[in-house]
T-cell receptor
Framework: GESVGLHLPTLSVQEGDNSIINCAYS??????FIWYKQESGKGPQFIID?????DKRQGQRVTVLLNKTVKHLSLQIAATQPGDSAVYFC???????????FGSGTRLLVRP | KAGVTQTPRYLIKTRGQQVTLSCSPI?????VSWYQQTPGQGLQFLFE???????NKGNFPGRFSGRQFSNSRSEMNVSTLELGDSALYLC??????????????FGPGTRLTVL
């Protein structure tokens, strides 16, 4: 069953194109940031993380960019595939508290 | 290595009842966090346990409580259920002892419906 908001911002991309999902975080003191992917009926799945002493980190087909000046985080997905269709959440953490603060999410739809 | 497991996956309760949800973390992980996910409020932090102690707490009423056992398994309890408690309850585990926050890995969640 549907487990996330029904009125999320949606990004629709063509299969094979690159996707960029943006997130504005709330606390300038946050020092650890994570991107999660959530498919319908499942729990959030870890994609990539970044600490505040970095501004860019790359994984397999994914890149996270951190701009602390404007409190902005982005997730870039290269060569987007149908399996990438999901809701994507950014999360921030402050002072190693283990309390993640989540953004509201973005729905990514990949058109074949 | 097995992931985070949560039981039961689905629950239906009526107002006023209480419920207990269970979470088994990834082997070796000692930190367990609980989150509530609803369409209106999104993902919200409930609490985090480490070495059988509540280490962090979110802004939920006292009806929401939890505990952690010596094997790091955790339970959360909701008493006097209200309709607004209907949600997906997610558990996440992490090492918890790295000196700074480390990645939290989520289970599939327990879908609670309060009638």
């Amino acid at each position: 069953g549907e487990s996330v908001g029904l009125h999320l911002p949606t990004l629709s991309v063509q299969e094979g194109d690159n996707s960029i999902i943006n997130c504005a975080y709330s606390n300038s003191a946050s020092d650890y940031f994570i991107w999660y992917k959530q498919e319908s009926g499942k729990g959030p799945q870890f994609i990539i993380d970044i600490r505040s002493n970095m501004d860019k980190r790359q994984g397999q087909r994914v890149t996270v960019l951190l701009n602390k000046t404007v409190k902005h985080l982005s997730l870039q997905i290269a060569a987007t595939q149908p399996g990438d269709s999901a809701v994507y959440f950014c999360a921030e953490n402050k002072d190693s508290s283990y309390k993640l603060i989540f953004g509201s999410g973005t729905r990514l739809l990949v058109r074949p | 290595k097995a992931g985070v497991t949560q039981t039961p996956r689905y629950l239906i309760k009526t107002r006023g009842q209480q419920v207990t949800l269970s979470c088994s973390p990834i082997s070796g992980h000692r930190s367990v966090s609980w989150y509530q996910q609803t369409p209106g409020q999104g993902l919200q932090f409930l609490f985090e346990y480490f070495s059988e102690t509540q280490r962090n707490k979110g802004n939920f009423p006292g009806r929401f409580s939890g505990r952690q056992f010596s094997n790091s398994r955790s339970e959360m309890n909701v008493s006097t259920l209200e309709l607004g408690d209907s949600a997906l309850y997610l558990c996440a585990s992490s090492w918890g002892d790295r000196g700074r926050a480390d990645t939290q890995y989520f289970g599939p969640g327990t879908r609670l419906t309060v009638l």
